[in-house]
């Protein structure tokens, strides 16, 4: 018996960015990116979204695509962020 395929990853994962202080062990805050299509996520990061599994550090290239998808800015002098994928 064969099982129809199903892609899950989109349905089973979401996204938060995590703001760190430079040089700080735990965050001071994580915003929740579920409304962000796994696509859009995707695109900005640069990984398939069958491959998207980590945390990935979210830099200067990624400020202005984040900020379009979310009204989330990046005040990169201050904080550290990374995008983390959470499955659900």
């Given at each position: 018996?064969?099982?129809?395929?199903?892609?899950?990853?989109?349905?089973?994962?979401?996204?938060?960015?995590?703001?760190?202080?430079?040089?700080?062990?735990?965050?001071?805050?994580?915003?929740?990116?579920?409304?962000?299509?796994?696509?859009?996520?995707?695109?900005?990061?640069?990984?398939?979204?069958?491959?998207?599994?980590?945390?990935?550090?979210?830099?200067?290239?990624?400020?202005?695509?984040?900020?379009?998808?979310?009204?989330?800015?990046?005040?990169?002098?201050?904080?550290?962020?990374?995008?983390?994928v959470l499955a659900d």
């Amino acid at each position: 018996m064969t099982l129809p395929s199903h892609h899950a990853e989109s349905d089973a994962m979401r996204f938060v960015v995590a703001r760190y202080e430079k040089d700080a062990d735990s965050p001071d805050s994580v915003t929740d990116l579920s409304t962000v299509d796994v696509n859009a996520v995707s695109a900005m990061l640069g990984v398939p979204g069958a491959e998207l599994t980590d945390v990935y550090p979210l830099e200067k290239p990624h400020r202005s695509e984040l900020q379009r998808l979310t009204r989330v800015d990046l005040d990169l002098d201050h904080y550290e962020y990374f995008l983390e994928v959470l499955a659900d």
